[in-house]
């Protein structure tokens, strides 16, 4: 079993910054992918960024030149620096992490980040 634990989620204005970090632990070994994800209500949940263990990045178009993903592979542990923050990146954010070996993924428990004046 893996666990993801999340935090850095909270309340910041439009402009602002913010940093997430999922931090996990279990069984994990080998090649993986870990990234985060949101969701709004009645909305499906969608990519924000990921990392391999190789560090090859993919970001959302949305947040393409204003969100920062990075991994500290001997933490287990992501980072999500988002700057520039917008109204619409209003949304629950999960942690994500799959084996690219067995294609099995986990996902977090979700931290609300919400942009407001």
């Known amino acids: 079993q893996v666990q993801l634990v999340e935090s850095g989620g909270g309340l910041v204005q439009p402009g602002g910054s913010l940093r997430l970090s999922c931090a996990a632990s279990?069984?994990?070994?080998?090649?993986?992918?870990m990234g985060w994800y949101r969701q709004t209500p009645g909305k499906q949940r969608e990519l924000v960024a990921t990392i391999d263990t190789g560090s090859s990045i993919n970001y959302a178009d949305s947040v393409k030149g204003r969100f920062i993903i990075s991994r500290d592979n001997a933490k287990k542990t992501v980072y999500l620096q988002m700057n520039s923050l917008k109204p619409e990146d209003t949304a629950v954010y999960y942690c994500?992490?799959?084996?690219?070996?067995?294609?099995?993924?986990?996902w977090g428990r979700g931290t609300q980040i919400t942009v407001s004046s």
């Open positions: 279990g069984s994990i070994f080998g090649m993986y992918v």
């Open positions: 994500n992490i799959m084996s690219l070996v067995t294609l099995v993924g986990y």
